[in-house]
């Protein structure tokens, strides 16, 4: 298995952070390819507990190298942090990180902008994770950014960072806050240059001959299909492409590389940020699959919106990014549901409707169709063959393969990475 993809099938929060760790094992390489800190991959294993924001999570693995390639937007304080968190822990990168020159920076006018622009929509927000994504993305294709192989040049670094305040400063004194002052982000970004400058290296050559030589790499897909910024609920997405034909511009591999495209869903699913999310709970059940599931950001602490299992989306997600297998996370965390539905498909007046016919305002108004399932209540919780499962859930399971038509290959049983069934 040379190229594998592991991705997320819904809005993100999928638990693929434990699922990469967990498939890591084997890999040489590890691929992050697009987004940026406003991932949140949360990992337990034998190190500890991590919430990865920018290195890929499969850099616990002794023989893999992490790879932060072109896709990923960085904050250089956040990449620094980890970096620490990481030695803290016993883990040494500095042989085993290579971070992309054409990454661009993420700089702190960006992330006042994001916050800024969050503000002026009021009620029509986004509910974005503050942490510049949009802004970044939006001077990378309007070529006003500035990458991490500018800070290489310090003539360049100067120039480009002078222009851009004379433009940010203005937008950003028109709505009201504080201007930045040059000389500061020059003094910051020379200090984190150093530290971040032996990391730099280009991947492309690195990846191809991996890939030649039938080495495995694992692309560590962020966020989820439905943020995709083209195929997701726009204007209630993240920026990058978070589809998998992402590694070719994210990572320069071509998709025709990969031989797995591994879809990470919940039993359930979820969402955080505003948008339409059609078997949304808003009543008791909600609530208890929030509290039961932990459900509040890696990133953020915001509480998330939850829902039963969408059958919709996933069929969707196996079309777009050419799903071979699916990973099915917290199945434990329907341990305690005497009823659980699953969402077939949608509904408009009456009439079914698949999820490429609607635009946002229409999935907000589509009435999910369900079945009814029987709960198991038992528990599953750290259970690693699928046998053992109580007869009900496994019957949940076969029924979420059949309605997906996608197989199921693992089902997540816990937070730590060896609470796991491999079919
Ligand atoms: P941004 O990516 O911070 O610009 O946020 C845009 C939207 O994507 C918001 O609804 C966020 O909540 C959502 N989002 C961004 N990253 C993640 C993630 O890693 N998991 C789940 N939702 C995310």
């Excluded at 503000?119 to 070529?143: F, L, M, N, W």
């Excluded at 059958?311 to 965390?333: C, Q, S, Y």
């Amino acid at each position: 298995m040379p190229a594998s993809l592991i991705i997320g099938a819904c809005w993100g929060d999928e638990g693929k952070g434990k699922i990469i760790d967990y498939l890591s094992k084997t890999a040489d390489y590890v691929v992050r390819f697009h987004g940026g800190n406003n991932a949140g991959h949360t990992v337990i294993n034998r190190f500890g507990k991590f919430a990865m924001h920018l290195i890929p999570s499969g850099v616990f693995n002794k023989k893999t190298i992490a790879v932060v390639a072109n896709g990923v937007v960085i904050d250089l304080e956040v990449l620094l942090d980890e970096i620490q968190m990481l030695k803290k822990a016993g883990i040494d990168v500095s042989q085993k990180l290579i971070i992309s020159p054409r990454c661009h920076l993420i700089m702190p006018y960006h992330k006042v902008l994001d916050n800024l622009y969050e503000q002026a929509k009021g009620e029509k927000k986004t509910g974005t994770t503050g942490r510049g994504i949009g802004p970044v993305h939006a001077d990378k294709v309007s070529y006003n950014g500035i990458l991490v192989s500018d800070l290489l040049d310090t003539k360049l670094f100067k120039e480009k960072l002078r222009l851009q305040l004379n433009l940010k400063n203005t937008i950003i004194k028109a709505l009201g806050a504080k201007p930045f002052s040059e000389k500061e982000i020059l003094n910051a970004f020379f200090l984190l240059r150093k530290k971040i400058k032996p990391f730099i290296q280009e991947p492309y050559p690195l990846l191809h001959e991996a890939l030649a030589k039938k080495r495995h790499v694992l692309f560590e897909g962020a966020q989820g299909t439905f943020l995709d910024n083209n195929w997701g609920t726009y204007p209630f997405v993240t920026a990058s492409t978070t589809v998998s034909g992402g590694i070719t511009h994210g990572a320069g591999v071509p998709a025709s590389a990969l031989s797995t495209v591994l879809g990470v869903t919940k039993a359930y699913t979820t969402r955080v940020g505003e948008g339409p999310f059609p078997t949304e709970l808003l009543d008791k059940i909600g609530e208890k699959l929030r509290q039961t599931g932990n459900e509040f950001g890696a990133t953020t602490g915001r509480p998330r919106r939850c829902g039963w299992f969408d059958a919709e989306l996933v069929r969707f997600a196996k079309e777009i990014n050419g799903l071979t297998h699916l990973a099915v996370t917290k199945l434990d965390i329907l341990d305690t549901f005497p009823n659980i539905k699953i969402c077939t498909g949608y509904t408009y007046y009456g009439k079914p409707i698949k999820y490429y016919q609607t635009d946002t305002p229409l999935l907000g108004k589509v009435k999910p169709v369900y079945k009814t399932m029987k709960g198991w209540l038992s528990s599953t919780k750290g259970i690693t063959s699928f046998s053992q499962l109580p007869h009900p859930a496994r019957i949940y399971l076969l029924e979420l393969e059949k309605i997906t038509r996608i197989p199921i290959a693992y089902i997540s049983t816990g937070a730590k990475t060896d609470e796991i069934i491999k079919r």
